[in-house]
């Protein structure tokens, strides 16, 4: 692993959609930034499927089927690095019949609360 020094870096998340970045199957790294990414920094109610569905700060909600195709791959490895992951101390994840909830752990660490609360 390459020494780096202390320190933050900011970039705004519409970043991470550039055509660039995302034209390739993804890596563990990637995928773990994409999480950090697209997690909620605030608390938010979506509807998934007719399903309301309240996220709090740091959490997202992804079927393991969309990641897959996101990321370009098959649905067990997305699994296995949604387990990984958690086993880390990473992510913690529970999967019901629509979808699946990922929190970031340590989430303000990755990310800062610099919006208002709505």
């Known amino acids: 692993m ?3 020094p202390s320190g933050l870096i900011t970039l705004p998340k519409n970043y991470f ?3 660039w ?7 563990k790294k990637s995928a ?18 007719g399903q309301h569905t309240k996220l709090e700060r740091g959490q ?4 393991m089927v969309t990641l897959a195709k996101i990321w370009l791959w098959d649905r067990q490895r997305v ?3 949604l387990i990984e992951a ?17 929190t970031i752990l340590d989430y ?9 609360e709505n």
């Open 2 to 4: 390459t020494d780096l």
């Open 32 to 49: 773990l930034l994409d999480l950090i990414t697209w997690a909620n920094d605030r608390r938010r109610e979506i509807v998934v499927k």
């Open 21 to 27: 970045l995302n034209d390739r199957s993804a890596t």
């Open 86 to 102: 958690q086993s880390e101390g990473k992510i913690t994840f529970r999967t019901n019949n629509i979808t699946t909830i990922i």
């Open 60 to 63: 997202l909600a992804y079927s």
């Open 17 to 19: 959609s550039d055509e």
């Open 79 to 81: 699994s296995d690095f």
């Open 108 to 116: 303000t660490v990755w990310n800062n609360d610099t919006s208002p």
